[in-house]
């Protein structure tokens, strides 16, 4: 049997004392409260916090206080490093200027180049990343109202465009459906923003030397494509696109067509000389008129003047000032005092000259020619244009929502400094996975740390009251 | 009648404290035992004070002391003070206590544990699973362990016959 080691037991048992526990054991129970009601405070105020900050995150909804409050910024800024991404929360809303080039951070690794937006009415930057070659305002465009971008993408294989909602920040593919195409890029929207000009290159060999190229009008809702035109890949059809309500303008070779949005062409005029379509807002405001932007070799200026969109003929001077020292402008639109507002791309001193077969080509604003793009402000009866818009070195292409032209508002633009939220956002990742890392790898240290602490607490001297047991047997 | 906190550990502490030092063999570590236990009823004191407050405080004992060894991988601190009073007393009682001391430190917490409820408290295996919230098997087996090793460091403790009665 075991009758000695109960003996043992209750021997040993029996010189134990009571040991004086009962305020301590209170003490350490109240304790504990207040920490549990601390640690219930703090997550409650963390969820307070979050409540308060979710609905902030939360997709504002579009209305008409983003359109009302959109101005134009006199300056824009490289995106800051880390800078958000346009699908990122929170939602940037309707934008009023996008713009890219070959500047450091809007050229990533892997050949990836990065769209910058600002937000309609204040300094708020998001980026947007392209895999291909992108120009905002040739093949990046804003929509009129500022809330969709569009943007070629896809490969050869499935050429699409994809429309992004910057105020919910989905993205809609708009799937080529022209026969054997290849490549698929926006080249404008239509003056409501329902519709949207898509020009596809489509090759006429099975080698793909020559292309036709051809351009649709895509209803972004329903996803209804019109063939609008199609010509040989040397007419640079589409390359320049203008809207007015019901109609587009858009020029091939040295012809300006103009058709309804099914495609039906209205009337045509061919271009004299060093003249062309001005630009995506070459219809004057009232739609009676087109703008056409005119070279003058002698004296390397650029002017506008406005012909009748039937004819091709002059239709009365526009007493704008002259532009001088670009490569070329587009036209953008028009503001509300009347005034063209152009981006003008200055010219880059180390470019070389262009190959005299290009030279009659619509106007060239690549990177290569271009050194920066500003927006200027021709206004009636001036002697010279206004910049109203500035960007910095090698920022080389500009495109700005129609709605902002429209309002007329510009304000002084202060460009985000520092860094963006994706690099908060990584950092405070980094640093919990570290933080968690380093506890995992020396969860034994800290553990014997704390044991440590708390033996020395119980080895130490006998509190008052506290009495050290003696081994007297009883 | 449903006694006070107060109450309870007055009349109750004396017997909670000698548990609370055989599962542990040390004064300072069984004083830390009680009150943390006692804490932690107090907590809960209006639950459990209608019904077996005693056992909520010796279940939370158990526990606690397993929950610390896993802590400290067993580490054990040599009394050397009571080493010394056992070359100054040579009576059989305190020799005993101090074999089964030592022997106690041999076996692990839950054996610790199974030992003191089975031969301290007197509670047949299955009140031992359910003091310590584990399997009627688990109890056998760790007391079968349990008392192997004290048979092979304090064979005085456990007789032969012990062990062949417990099979």
Known sequence: ?????????????????????????????????????????????????????????????PGPAATADATLPDRVGLPPIGTLHVTDRPRLGPASVIFDGPAPRLHGWNDINVVGVVDADSDSYRIMRMGGESLAGESVHLSPDGRYLARPDGDQDDPRVDVIDLVTGRTQRLTSTVDRSVSSSPVGWSADG??????????????????????????????????LAATAEEAHVGSVVAAAPGRLAYQYGRTVAVTDLDGREQSSFALPDETWLAGKGAWRPDGAALTLATRRSETDEWTLRQVDPTTGRDVGPLRLPAVSGVVAIRLLGWAPDGSALVAAYEPDPLAPDPPLEEQTDPPATSDQQVHTVRVLALTPGATAPRTVLTAPDQVVAVDVADQVIRSGRIRDARPPGGVGGRFWLWSGLLTVLVTVSMLYVGRQRIALWLDDRRVKRACRPARPGRQRPTWTAR | MVESFHEFVVHRSPALCRTAYLLTGDHQLAEDLVQTALARTYRHWRRVRDGNPEAYVRRVMYHQQVSWWRRRRLVERLEAELTERA?????????????????????????????????????????????????????????????????????????????????
């Open chain 1, 194 to 227: 329902g519709s949207l000009v898509v020009r596809d290159d489509v090759p006429v060999t099975f080698e793909g030397a020559t292309y036709t190229t051809v351009l649709s009008a895509v209803t972004v809702g329903e996803k209804r494509w019109t063939r």
């Open chain 1, 1 to 61: 049997m075991t009758a000695r080691l109960r003996e043992a037991l209750r021997s040993t048992a029996e010189g134990v004392p009571a040991y004086p526990v009962y305020e301590r054991a209170l003490a350490t129970a109240r304790r504990d409260r207040r920490r549990r009601l601390t640690a219930a405070t703090g997550a409650l105020l963390v969820l307070v916090v979050a409540g308060v900050a979710l609905p902030l995150a939360r997709t504002p909804a």
């Open chain 2, 87 to 167: 070359d100054t007393d040579h009576s059989e009682a305190t020799t005993l206590r101090l074999s089964l001391d030592a022997a106690l430190r041999q076996l692990t917490p839950r054996q610790r544990a199974v030992i003191v409820l089975r031969y301290y408290e007197d509670l047949t295996e299955a009140q031992v699973a359910d003091a310590l919230g584990c399997t009627l098997g688990t109890v056998k087996r760790h007391g079968h362990d349990g008392l192997r090793r004290l048979r092979a460091v304090a064979p005085e403790l456990v007789d032969a016959t012990a062990e062949r009665s417990t099979r």
